[in-house]
């Protein structure tokens, strides 16, 4: 969802990429897909999940763990700084738990430090 509402805003401007300690399988991302097209108007036909081991840490500017136990998990990867978020992973719960976690990810992307000026909010 992260990668899909930054991606949305800022376009070329910025990149976000998504990446998973344990990434879902990709017939595993319909209620997320779902959730974006429902409740916030993204359309994206398809999401494939990449692992860390496909990215290198280091070529980029911000590192988000979006919560703290991934934060620690990922502490045992990187020795770089990063971000810790609170934000729930709601995989295999109900669609409120989704838009929940949408919301969630909305609010705290502008607590980046080039986007803490902008407003972003859910369509």
Known sequence: MAEAFGKRRYGTLARFESVGLHPMRPEDTTATLKSLRCDFGIQIPEYNPRGLAEVDLQTYTYVVAMDPEVAEELREFTSREFTVWDTTDPWQGDPTEY????????????????????VIDAP
Do not use: N
Not at 99 to 106: E, I, N
């Open 99 to 118: 838009k929940r976690c949408g919301l969630s990810v909305l609010r705290q992307l502008t607590t980046l430090p080039f986007v803490s000026r902008v």
